[in-house]
């Protein structure tokens, strides 16, 4: 699982998931298609996607979620789905603390 940030909680930027060596792995190593992403609070354990992620981009091989929000001292957990074009599902996850510096 990668780590991603710190990030402060006004920030608003893009993480990128890199699925290109999970791609070439498989049988099909076509493009991705389409993606979702989550976001949980590692303490609450509370989905927080409404408030945490924004816009998501699908590249061939990547996908660039918007992080944004988020509490001071809190660990989260970004949860984010590829689709290929044929159908295929790759998840990967990335944790995020969130510090005001």
Same mark, same amino acid.
């Given at each position: 699982m990668d780590n991603f940030g710190p990030k402060q909680p006004a920030e608003e930027y893009y993480v990128r998931f890199d699925y /290109?060596? *999970?791609l070439v792995g498989t049988a099909f190593t076509g493009e991705i298609a /389409? $993606? !979702?992403a989550v976001s949980k609070n590692l303490t609450s354990g509370v989905d927080e996607s409404d408030t945490m *992620?924004?816009?998501i981009e699908v590249? $061939? !091989? /990547?996908?660039d979620v918007e992080v944004k929000a988020g509490t001071d001292g809190v660990r989260y957990k970004i949860?984010?789905?590829a689709t290929t074009l044929?159908? %295929?599902v790759f998840e990967l996850d $990335?944790?995020?603390? *969130?510090? %005001?510096i």
């Open positions: /290109s060596n *999970i /389409s $993606a !979702t *992620i924004g816009d590249n $061939a !091989t /990547s996908v949860t984010c789905l044929i159908g %295929e $990335a944790k995020l603390l *969130i510090r %005001e």
